[in-house]
């Protein structure tokens, strides 16, 4: 069974960086796309990037394009998500999803990925 952690969350000033991890046990991540979805209060889950299991191909949402930026180290069984210039919009809870594909849906949905994270919060203090 796929289990996924994530770690690095926080309080975050205007403008500043974050890196989130999710790490995985049970199971390797070589086989699995990857995406990071967040859901602020009062909103529905969105998805915001999403990266291929050889890690190749990575895609973003318009929001968070330029941004944001996802990698993936498979030795680790970890993913990233390193955010720059935060924006208090960006304020939310981030999770980690897993899903045994190839490539990255076109649409990076909640539903399409099995495997989740208990999520971490991203808070900007501004």
């Known amino acids: 069974q796929l289990q996924l952690v994530e770690s690095g969350g926080g309080l975050v000033q205007p403008g500043g960086s974050l890196r989130l991890s999710c790490t995985a046990s049970g199971r390797s991540l070589d086989s699995y796309a990857v995406g990071w979805f967040r859901q602020a209060p009062g909103k529905e889950r969105e998805g915001v990037s999403c990266i291929s299991s050889s890690g190749a191909s990575t895609f973003s949402a318009d929001a968070v394009k330029g941004r944001f930026t996802i990698s993936k180290d498979n030795t680790k069984k970890t993913v990233y998500l390193h955010m720059d210039s935060l924006k208090p919009e960006d304020t939310a809870i981030y999770y980690c999803?897993?899903?045994?594909?190839?490539?990255?849906?076109?649409?990076?949905?909640?539903?399409?990925?099995?495997?989740w994270g208990q999520g971490i919060q991203v808070a900007h203090s501004g």
């Open positions: 999803a897993a899903e045994y594909l190839g490539g990255c849906p076109r649409r990076i949905r909640a539903d399409i990925f099995a495997y």
